[in-house]
């Protein structure tokens, strides 16, 4: 609202009003003409004071910021105990930013990416002989907090860059799969662990899981508007079924087969040599995966910088 055009009117109001009220206005027009003059000059500068200040304020437009990420996703599991950035891909996402204080944000983000693994990659030959693999998408929604080390504002070289870490709690989509013959088999309808079955009572895990992402990361202002971050968040996770694997042995294929197919049965054990009593994974560890990217940002409105905090 412009507070000059409603301000003014109401305050010459409320003076004829009391003009009118304690004496005969046409009578004393002349004597409380120049005094209407100044309480109009007064008020117009007082509003232009007010209304420039309010202005110059940080407000919740100033302190905002929305981005585009672009970087690489990867997953750490039981097809995947070790190594970084094994058979990362490309992933990217949208992110906004509230700047409570000059050490304190909150972030919210949208990822989407996708990870895999492939026994057949693997030096131990028990591992490759598992001959296990499967992909999966990944879409997560996610927020928290950023926790600068050195203050940071918008435009100033002073606090122009800082490092920072980041805790948030989201909740991700999975969807692993398997691709065989050129098709892609989705593994949860399957349940190749028997889910739910006469031998196990356990129920089909759901796609959609809780997670941590815990990171660190750096940003740096780039003029007045804009900041560049980069970081690398490790995501905790409360399921061991990115990669559909869990369980230590493989259930009996025969029950699988008369509950579930046939195709449940042979994607379940795909053992090179076939071992009904080898290990088929570790069911005292949960599935992790990990975005490193790098992100742009620019701020939603103009304003003055927001508090600083030593």
């Known amino acids: ?29 002349y004597l409380f003409t120049p005094n209407l003059l100044k309480i109009k000059i007064l008020s117009f500068f007082f509003i232009l004071f007010f209304s420039s200040t309010h202005a110059q304020q940080a407000n919740f437009f100033s302190r905002s910021e929305f981005g585009v990420s672009i970087g690489q996703m990867y997953y750490i599991g039981d097809l995947n105990k070790f190594k970084p950035f094994y058979k990362s891909n490309w992933a990217g996402g ?14 919210f983000n949208y990822l989407q990416g996708k990870v895999e693994a492939y026994d057949s990659d693997a030096k131990n030959p028990v ?28 435009g100033q070289k ?10 948030q ?4 989509y999975m969807s692993p799969s398997v691709v065989i013959n050129g098709e892609t088999i989705d593994l949860q309808v399957l349940g190749t662990e028997a889910q739910g079955t006469s031998i196990n009572s356990s129920r089909k895990y759901s796609k959609f899981q809780l997670c941590v992402p815990l990171g660190l990361g750096v940003k740096a202002s780039l ?15 409360f399921t061991d079924y990115i990669d559909d694997v869990k369980a230590f042995s493989y259930a009996d294929p025969a029950i699988i087969a ?15 040599v076939d071992n009904r009593y080898a290990v088929r994974g570790n069911p005292t560890t949960k599935d992790w995966y990990v975005y490193c990217g790098g992100m742009v940002t620019i701020r939603l409105g103009s304003g003055n910088k927001c508090p600083v905090l030593r």
């Open 127 to 154: 591992t490759i002989n598992r001959n296990l693999s499967f992909q999966s998408p990944i879409k997560e929604v996610a927020g928290g907090v950023e926790f600068h080390y050195f203050p940071f504002q918008f």
């Open 258 to 272: 008369s509950e579930y197919g046939s195709l449940a049965a042979d994607l379940s054990n795909q053992s090179i």
């Open 94 to 107: 949208l992110m906004f930013r509230y700047n409570v204080h000059s050490r304190l944000s909150l972030r």
């Open 1 to 29: 609202m412009n507070i000059l055009s409603f301000l003014v009117p109401t305050i010459n109001l409320l003076f004829v009003g009391l003009v009118k009220n304690n004496m005969k206005f046409k009578q004393n027009l």
């Open 158 to 167: 002073k606090n122009s860059g800082t490092a920072y870490l980041l805790a």
């Open 223 to 237: 003029g007045k508007n804009v900041t560049f971050n980069f970081d690398l968040a490790i995501r905790k996770t």
């Open 169 to 172: 709690l989201g909740v991700f």
